[in-house]
């Protein structure tokens, strides 16, 4: 979904038992296109589908959802860290009018528990995209005098908290005098934002020139439908930042890689001003650092493109972000006859001779790994470059046993994005199924991309050459 497109879902068998009750989802206006396959993937990972009678506007920040009941709306904001918040809706209108009007209309039967004599409550206005005066905000709450509210005001600790929240549009250019919607609602819950800064990689214990921003980790677990017991496997696991949100999230974990020296925290350090690692930067010490030690089981030395596992489903989830040719080589073990020249040579070395690993031959051996070794119903996630003039739907590598549910774009520049993909296992997996890229000609079309170093760098070059031509004008 892009732009302000609108997306609608009915609540399918449900309406037969009537009505969902609505609740009203508070986004943060990030990460926009990676939001609903995270709302829908943790709904159903609560046991519940995404619903809404209402038109959603993709980009807004405001969301009403048919949820079955308060437990799953607590569930969902127990995961998410592209959701704020969540209100249980008691009101919703396109003028202060229309919203009393429909406050006066919610059953009072729902209201008067949150209403006692005996409890305390708060009321919270929220407008995005206008800064309310103190005054403003006063008036819209005396305007609520028509609800029965019988309890004490306590603005540090109350029992029950109510929002009043406003739309006031998405162009801070053209801010409109009255809001677009208003919405009333009593506040649940908050999302799981925090995690954002507190597993943030600036203060993590052991980085690389490739380690994934927080929120797009815990992203990925989500999407990836990862839950507790769940085993988590990244094969190209570097210094581990995807297994944490994993691991956070209740996974045992475990990862391989090429790189001996990454796996075992050795050899120049990513950071400024640190020349070498130090003796205990590695992935268990990342783990280490947020509690998380007891879910990691291992990272082993290997070849991505080289079967190391028994044959059976073993993964929960593949998450995972395989090397672009940018900041990190591509590369994989080379040949037999490599290897025994440079034995005869008397090389002594922790990495075999590797050669380069095309892109489009690792994401095929990454979706027939996926395929072979996920249990059914698990999910992959990973990363795909894409250079943007060539791209289109079609070029997104396929597998017969894996059913595609999302995929989100990240620009990285003018020219190239990569695109979060998420895959699910539908189909058992047979041995004529690992070749079944050679027989698909949208396979071939993802081949176009193994010069995806070369055409990222010619962008830069060109960029380069522009700025300095601009500068001497």
């Known amino acids: 979904m892009r732009g302000g497109a609108e997306h609608s879902m009915g609540s399918g068998g449900a309406m037969a038992r009537g009505p969902l009750p609505c609740y009203l989802l508070l986004l943060a206006q990030e990460n926009l296109e990676f939001r609903l396959p995270e709302i829908k993937s943790l709904l159903s990972l609560c046991g519940g589908q995404f619903s809404s009678q209402q038109e959603i506007c993709i980009n807004s920040p405001f969301w009403i959802l048919n949820i079955p009941s308060e ?129 943030s990689v600036k203060r993590r214990h052991f980085i690389g020139n490739t380690s994934m921003d927080a929120c797009l980790s815990f992203i990925m677990a989500n999407h990836g439908r990862v839950k507790a017991n769940d085993v988590v496997f990244d094969p190209f696991v570097g210094t581990g930042g995807l297994l944490i949100s994993s691991a956070r999230f209740g996974a045992y974990v475990c990862g391989t890689d090429i790189d001996y020296n990454t796996v075992h925290g050795l050899g120049k350090a990513s950071r400024k001003n640190q020349k070498w690692r130090g003796p205990d930067e590695n992935i268990r010490a990342n783990l280490r650092q947020y509690g998380l030690e007891k879910y990691y089981l291992d990272a082993l030395i290997s070849d991505a493109s080289k079967p190391i596992w028994r044959k059976e489903m073993l993964f929960d989830a593949i998450i995972t972000d395989p090397p672009y040719g940018i900041r990190e080589a591509t590369r994989r073990t080379g040949s037999q006859k490599e290897i025994l020249k440079a034995t005869e040579r008397g090389t002594e070395n922790h990495i ?46 396929r597998h017969p046993c894996l059913k595609l549910i999302s995929n989100c774009e990240q620009m990285l520049s003018s020219h190239t994005s990569r695109r979060l993909i998420t895959m699910e296992k539908v189909k058992e997996f047979e041995d004529n199924d690992q070749y079944s890229h050679l027989l698909d000609y949208q396979s071939l079309l993802y081949k176009g991309h193994n010069a995806f170093r070369e055409k990222y760098f010619s962008g830069v070059t060109k960029r380069i050459a522009k700025e300095e031509k601009d500068n001497q004008k």
């Not at 929220?126 to 005396?142: G, M, P, V, Y």
């Not at 051996?365 to 470059?385: C, H, I, K, T």
């Open 71 to 199: 437990e799953m709306a607590r569930g969902l904001m127990k995961r998410t860290v592209c959701a704020k918040s969540i209100f249980e809706l008691w009101g919703h209108g396109k003028s202060a009018e229309e919203l009393y009007t429909s406050l006066k209309n919610y059953p009072m039967e729902k209201m008067v528990p949150y209403l006692q004599s005996n409890s305390t409550y708060k009321i919270h206005i929220h407008a995005f995209n206008k800064t309310l005066t103190q005054e403003e905000k006063i008036k819209r709450i005396d305007a609520l005098e028509f609800l029965p509210f019988e309890g004490k005001v306590n603005l540090k600790n109350p029992e029950h908290i109510f929002w009043i929240l406003e739309d006031y549009g998405m162009d801070p250019n053209n801010i409109p005098e009255e809001p677009l919607d208003l919405y009333f609602g009593r506040w649940i819950a908050d999302g799981q934002r925090e995690l954002i800064e507190s597993y």
């Open 352 to 397: 075999s001779i590797s050669s380069n690993y095309h892109l489009s031959d690792i994401f095929f051996d990454l979706l027939n790994s996926a395929a072979e070794y996920l249990v059914m119903g698990g999910r992959l996630v990973y990363w795909l470059p894409v250079y943007k003039p060539e791209y289109t739907e079609e070029i997104i590598p």
